[in-house]
Every structure is written in C-alpha cells, then in structure tokens.
C-alpha cells in the first residue's frame, strides 16, 4: 500500500515538473539590451488543423530567433508569444484578447483557420492592434479592415489560374467535384463566379464529405456528360479518392486540382493515379526547379535550409511560409515604425516589393494581400510521382 | 428517335450499375464495421462505441507492419489481427471488469472513453497524417459489364461474406457462441445453468477487436489509415446494423450493404450534397416503422 502512495506521488511530482518546464518562456539572448519588441501569434498548434499550426509555430519562433541572432531590431530583440487555440474559434478570441491587453503585443500572426481569422475581426478592429492571418478566405481582406493583413494567397487567385489555363488550352466544358466543408464550398463558389467571365461552363456540379470514402457515384454522373476536364476542389484524402476512383473507372478528361493538395502526401497517398493531375501551387513546392532567375528561389532555399536545419526530420510546408511572411513584413516595418501600433499598422500597409516565401507583396489601403497572380502560383503537373513545372 | 430512346436508356441502365457496384463496395464496408457491434451486443446488450477503434487499429497496425515494416502482407494480417485481439481483451479486463455496479449505460458511456483514449494514443503513435496502405492484389480495375470495380472491394466483400458464414454458425451452433447470446438476454439465469459469462463477454471483445481489426485491414487500401477514422466507420456501421435489426448477423450485413446502396443511389440520381442525409433519413424512417430494424425480433418480456 505504501509503495503504490509513493508511486502515485512520484507520478505527480514528474507531471507537475514537466508542467513547469513546458510553461517557461524563452528567453531573449542578453547581449540584445533594447526593450523586446513582442508580437504575438494564435496557431492551431493541435487539433484538427494541426497541420497548419505547427509549421507556423516553428517558422515563427525560427524567424525571431534569427533576426534576434543577428542583432535584432535595431538593437531591440524580437520577443514572441504563442498560444494555441486547437483549431476553435471561441479560443482564438480569447487569446488575441489576453495577447493584447496582457501580453501587451505590438502587433498578432494568425489564427491559422479562416474561421477562426473572421471571428476575431471585430476585437482586432476595436483594439486597434495590427493582425497578419495566416488563413485562406478572401473574405479576411474583401473588403478591406483597417488593421487586418493577410499572408495566404486566396482561393480566388488559384481559379483564376486554373481559367487562364482552360483558357489557353481551348477547354471550355468543365465539371467540378467539391468536398463538404468552409474549404471546398469557397472554392465552388469561385469557380461559379469566374466562370462567365472565362467563357467557361460548368456542366456537372459534385460534391463528397470530407471523410467519404467513395465517390465513383458522382464520377458516373460527371462521366456522362460531355465535360473536356474536371475540377476537383478539397483536402486530403478526399481527392486521392477522387484520381483514384478516376482511374477505376477509366475516365479520361484531365483532372485538375486545388492548392489544397499541393504536398508530398497528395502523391504519396494517391500512388500512380496521382500522375497526369495538373494544380496551382505555391513555389516552395518546387524550389529546386525554379529558374535561377527568380527572385523568390533565394528566399526559399534559404527558408528551407534553416527550417529543415532546426527542425530535423520535418520537411518545410507551404503553410509555415504564411507565418514567415508575415514575421518579415512586421520585422520590417517594425524598423520604421519602432514600437507603436498605429506607425506599425501604416509600415505594413506600405509593404513594397517584399520577396516573400508565397510571392511578392505590395500592400496598398485597397490590397491588404499583396499578391498578384504571377508570383504566387505556378501551375504543376504530376509525371512520375514527380512535380513538374508547366508553362 | 426510338434508337435515340434506347441509347439514353442503356446509358442509364450503365450508370445505375455502376451506382450499384459502388454502393455494394461502400455497403461491404458498413457490413464488416456494423458486425463488430452486433457480436459485443449479443453477448452483453451493451453498444461498444469504442468498434470504430479497433477498425483503426487495424489498419494502422496493417500499414506499419506491411508498408513501414515492410512484412509481407498475409504475416501482416495475422499480427494486425492478434494486435488488436489483444487490445479488445484488455478493454475488457482492464476497464470494463472492474466496474462496480455494471449498468448498461455506464458501460457504454465507458466504451466512449476507451474509444477517445485509444484515438488520442493513436494520434501520438502514428501522428495526424493519412497513410497509404498497399492493395492486396493490385489496383487494376475490373469490368463487370459496364461497371468498374477495384480488386480490393471484391476483398472486402469476399472476406465480408466469409466472416458472415462463420459467425452465424458460431452463434447459433456452438456451445460457446450459445451461451455467448444467454449471458446477454440473462446473464444471472445463464451463470446459474453453468455458463462463465464474464469469459463469454471477455470472448466477445477478443472477437470483436479481431473482426474490427481485419475490417480495418481490407479496407485501409481503399480509405487510406488516419487515426480519427473510427469515427465516421463506426458511425456509419452501427447505423447499418441497426436498420439491419441490433443483434442479428445478417441483419448487420443486410442493414450495411442496404445503407451503402442507397447512399451511392442518392448521390448519384439525386444529389451527392444530401448524401449523408438520405442515409440518416433512411435510419429513421426504418425505426419509424420497425424499431427492431429489418430483421431484428421483437422484444418479448414476461412477467
């Protein structure tokens, strides 16, 4: 009896110090001696969008380090503090209110969810602190809110690319195939709204759950008719299933794919019938086979060499690059700016020409994005478990 | 004209088959997930939540021991099985024995938290992304008439239909499988006539915990291995046994191969965004009119 009350007391002990060693907060190197500069993030860290979180925590705390590590802001270090809001929108309010009026941040990265991002609008907007969101939705920056930024290209620019390449390739009859959720349902909505304009008509409109396992129901409907390619619009696994279910059914017509399975594990889980498929992506995707003319392939080798660097073992994503942009449009204007809100919030607002992992930014009063077109996506094409660069 | 007719017809005619082959494969799915409910409940009346679990299980186990590890696929099969064999014994010596006063709901509401415990370990031992696991013979499509069917489906329904077989003679033809369905109707009447009902329910989550495992095995190939799979199979399994009627081995084959169809149906001549609804509509309806499912039997209490 008495050894088991030991036990269970060392158990505690062990959980208890482990409690306190995980809530300590790192600490600025002391060579810096200016005041820290503190800017806060709110990732989904766990939870359901973990995948997004985590890479951004990492590129996040990784930035300040560096910049900390080569002198910081004009002698002022970077200081971060992260929450995690497990992918739930009611925490991410929470937290962006204990960052602002606890913490005392200069300005917040994040959330990582568009959701999430929309549901803290109306403190950020209040408060007066200037938030860069990592997260998708082109409703986070149209119309423009004051002090909302936002890093991610948008599901409005990825249609517009898969249009300009219908365009030029004579394809005009198209079917999509769109998963259940925020995501795909944006995505549907854009590829409707685009469609007139690019002289494109969409003859068959699909959908699937997100956790569906099955969709050769609607690829016979879709193989039906006379569409010239289909548009598959989700995330992982649902349009594995779909190039899979394609193959089963010996559907012809390209498939096209959405930004959201642009990563190794599209290919990894999709086998062979991830071959022929053609999707915008960001260019860290393809870092090694960007010409060496290109402005950004600087940027993203040498994000990819710290962050695998630091990181052993984890590859870079595209996702840790919306934290990493981000970072650097504040640090930058941070050295303009110095430590106020309202300066900070006018600085990044004059973001010109910054060469960033997902493109090249200019911000403007009406384009709290930044992004055109041209820099943020390239088109890929999937040839022997391979991504290729199509012009 | 009427060429044109027979031509829209035959091309109808091809889809509806196609729907078909493909509500069966789904539909083999439900079947071999909602069987792992039916065995639990017949032999202790509780809803072992924690079924979509094992299916995860196995075919987590399935994808490291055969992709990762690189052993070939039968000595997989068996690990994954005994693996998760294991595991659905220690759920019920470690956490459903030793209750105090076993009532039906608690031990289910328990199940649930076995169920959340095990997803949450999974998530830490396989992390959070998919995994590909590899087909048993290949992914070359096979024709039937117009339709296409993937080899691994006609695994799934194979194995499914043998595993059917062999549980309703086990049930109704062994003495252990007898007094399996005794300790569930009365388990003090069943231990007075001899039988050891703590071992038949202690056989039954074995039993359970192997059938999900290998339903997690022959599917992983189609679904892909995520450690919050369980949820959304055993979700839709335990819908498809119960409109099969709760209980009866046919019943939960019959109910996942009916829901199956009908979502593949409704996706296709319908609408694929009201998928998921028709399938639950089609739930209620069936416990609208017959409570105790297509074939379940109607509960008799005497007094």
């Known amino acids: 009896m008495k050894g088991r009350k030991l036990l269970f007391l060392g158990l505690v002990l062990i959980i208890s110090a482990g409690l306190l060693v995980t809530s300590c907060e790192k600490k600025p190197p002391p060579e810096l001696t200016g005041e820290p500069y503190v800017i806060g993030g709110v990732f989904s860290v766990t939870g359901r969008a973990s995948f997004l979180g985590e890479p951004e925590k990492n590129s996040m705390e990784l930035f300040a380090e560096i910049v900390n590590s080569e002198g910081g802001i004009n002698g002022h270090p970077i200081e971060v503090v992260i929450y995690d809001d497990e992918g739930d929108a009611t925490n991410s309010v929470t937290l962006v209110k204990k960052l602002i009026e606890k913490d005392n941040v200069l300005a917040i990265v994040g959330p990582s969810l568009s959701g999430n991002t929309l549901s803290v609008i109306d403190v950020i907007e209040e408060k007066e602190v200037p938030l860069v969101s990592c997260a998708a939705s082109v409703k986070i920056t149209e119309p423009v809110k004051k002090w909302v930024f936002k890093t991610p290209q948008t599901d409005v620019m990825a249609v517009e690319k898969i249009y300009e390449y219908f365009v030029a390739n004579g394809i005009t009859k198209i079917a999509i195939i769109t998963v259940a959720n925020g995501y795909g349902d944006s995505g549907k909505e854009q590829l409707k709204a685009q469609a007139p304009g690019a002289g494109i008509e969409i003859v068959a409109e699909e959908s699937f759950g997100s956790e569906d396992t099955d969709m050769t129901a609607q690829l016979t409907v879709i193989k039906g008719t006379d569409a010239e390619a289909i548009v598959c619009w989700g995330t992982n696994p649902g349009p594995a299933i779909v190039a899979k279910n394609m193959v089963q059914l010996d559907v012809q017509i390209p498939l096209f794919q959405s930004h959201g399975v642009a990563s190794p594990k599209f290919i990894e889980i999709a086998g062979d019938a991830a071959n022929g498929i053609i999707l915008p992506a960001g260019k860290i995707i393809v870092t090694d086979q960007l010409p060496k003319s290109d402005p950004q392939r600087k940027v993203l080798m040498h994000y990819k060499e710290v962050y695998e660097e630091k990181f052993p073992g984890s590859k870079v994503s595209s996702f840790g690059g919306h934290a990493w942009d981000a970072m650097a449009m504040i640090a930058e204007a941070l050295k303009v700016s110095g430590p106020d809100r309202a300066m900070l919030r006018d600085e990044i607002e004059k973001t010109t020409d910054y060469i960033g992992i997902h493109g090249i930014f200019n911000m403007t009063p009406e384009d709290h994005n930044g992004l055109n077109i041209d820099s943020a996506f390239v088109m890929l094409k999937i040839e022997n478990g391979e991504w290729v660069i199509i012009e | ?303």
């Open chain 2, 1 to 303: 004209m009427f060429s044109l007719f027979l031509y829209f017809f035959m091309s109808f005619f091809d889809q509806l088959l196609q729907f078909f082959v493909s509500g069966v494969t789904q539909g083999s799915i439900y079947a071999i997930v909602g069987l792992g409910f039916t065995i639990i409940y017949n032999s202790t009346e509780i809803i072992n939540f924690a079924q979509g679990e094992f299916v995860m299980l196995g075919a987590m186990f399935m994808v490291t021991f055969n992709a990762a590890l690189g052993l070939p696929i039968p000595i997989s099969f068996v690990i994954s099985v005994i693996a998760v064999l294991i595991i659905g014994i220690l759920i019920d010596l470690l956490i459903i024995r030793p209750v105090r006063k076993p009532t039906h709901i608690s031990l289910i509401i328990i199940t649930i938290g076995a169920s959340i415990f095990i997803k949450g370990v999974a998530m830490l031992a396989w992390k959070k992304d998919y995994h590909a696991a590899t087909p048993f013979s290949g992914e070359k499509p096979i024709s039937i008439g117009t339709a296409a069917i993937t080899p691994q489906a006609l695994w799934v329904i194979g194995i499914t239909c043998v595993v059917l077989v062999l549980l309703h003679l086990f049930f109704e033809y062994t003495d252990t499988g007898k007094g399996m369905r005794a300790s569930a109707i009365n388990p003090k009447a069943a231990s007075l006539l001899g039988i050891r009902v703590k071992r038949m329910v202690l056989i039954s989550f074995a039993l359970s915990g192997a059938l999900g495992a290998v339903a997690g095995i022959i599917i992983a190939p189609i679904t892909f291995a995520i450690y919050n799979m369980g949820v959304m199979l055993g979700l839709k399994g335990f819908c498809g046994a119960v409109i099969g009627g709760l209980g009866s081995v046919p019943g939960a084959i019959i109910g996942g191969f009916a829901l199956g169809v009908l979502e593949a149906m409704g996706a296709g001549l319908i609408s694929s965004a009201y998928k998921d609804a028709i399938a639950f509509v089609v739930l209620l309806l069936v416990l609208f009119m017959r409570p105790t499912g297509i074939l379940g039997k109607g509960e008799m209490k005497r007094v």
